[in-house]
Nanobody, 124 residues
């Protein structure tokens, strides 16, 4: 059974940093693309970042480009989202999602397994 679990959320001041982690079970993790999505109150869930199975290819939403970095450690079955220069508009529940294929995608409908989400609140 594939499980995906996020951690690392919390409250941070504007301009601060957080690192989210996503641990995924399953022997095929190293051949899976992974993505981060977020959902703010009253809004639809949106794409944030994604990474291919090798980590050699990544993609970011324009709103986070230059501030967020996605990376992965296949030996630990973990993907990370380093978030710097956080803004109040980054406040949302952040979800990790896993595909059964090797390349990333921006469409949430193309992800097969999802975590429960972790809350990130950016506020002074």
């Amino acid at each position: 059974q594939v499980q995906v679990e996020e951690s690392g959320g919390g409250l941070v001041q504007p301009g601060g940093s957080l690192r989210l982690s996503c641990a995924a079970s399953g022997r095929t993790f190293s051949r899976s693309a992974l993505g981060w999505f977020r959902q703010a109150p009253g809004k639809e869930r949106e794409f944030v970042a994604a990474i291919s199975w090798t980590g050699g290819s990544t993609d970011y939403a324009d709103s986070v480009k230059g501030r967020f970095t996605i990376s992965r450690d296949n030996a630990r079955n973990t993907v990370y989202l380093q978030m710097n220069s956080l803004k109040p508009e980054d406040t949302a529940v952040y979800y990790c999602a896993r595909r059964v294929t090797t390349h990333w995608d921006r469409g949430e409908e193309n992800y097969d397994y999802w975590g429960q989400g972790t809350q990130v609140t950016v506020s002074s």
